[in-house]
């Protein structure tokens, strides 16, 4: 059984950073594409970030672009987001999220990750 374990989340005040993991057991971690997604209040979840198999290749959402960074350490079966200058509106909860296909390329569309994490709440205080 697949499961993926998120952690880093928290408060923490405008202009700081937090770094996000996820650990996935249950598959071979170096043969998928991982991504982070985060969902508002009152807002439809979407695409943060996202890495191939190899980290080879990465994806931002344009709200991420310069701050956030994604990677990956396979020996350790985790992808991770550091999350630089956070700003009020990156309040959300992230999930990262575990897909087998294609996994060469990175994907941002939700319904292409076949297993989620529980989330980690992440509150940017102004």
């Known amino acids: 059984q697949v499961q993926l374990v998120e952690s880093g989340g928290g408060l923490v005040q405008a202009g700081g950073s937090l770094r996000l993991s996820c650990t996935v057991s249950?598959?071979?971690?170096?043969?998928?594409?991982m991504g982070w997604f985060r969902q508002a209040p009152g807002k439809e979840r979407e695409f943060v970030a996202g890495?191939?198999?190899?980290?080879?290749?990465?994806s931002y959402a344009d709200s991420a672009k310069g701050r956030f960074t994604i990677s990956r350490d396979n020996a350790k079966n985790t992808v991770y987001l550091q999350m630089n200058s956070l700003k009020s509106e990156d309040t959300a909860v992230y999930y990262c999220?575990?897909?087998?296909?294609?996994?060469?390329?990175?994907?941002?569309?939700?319904?292409?990750?076949?297993?989620w994490g529980q989330g980690t709440q992440v509150t940017v205080s102004s």
């Open positions: 999220a575990v897909t087998w296909y294609s996994i060469r390329n990175v994907h941002v569309d939700s319904n292409e990750y076949e297993y």
């Open positions: 249950g598959r071979t971690f170096s043969s998928v594409a």
């Open positions: 890495i191939n198999w190899n980290g080879g290749r990465t």
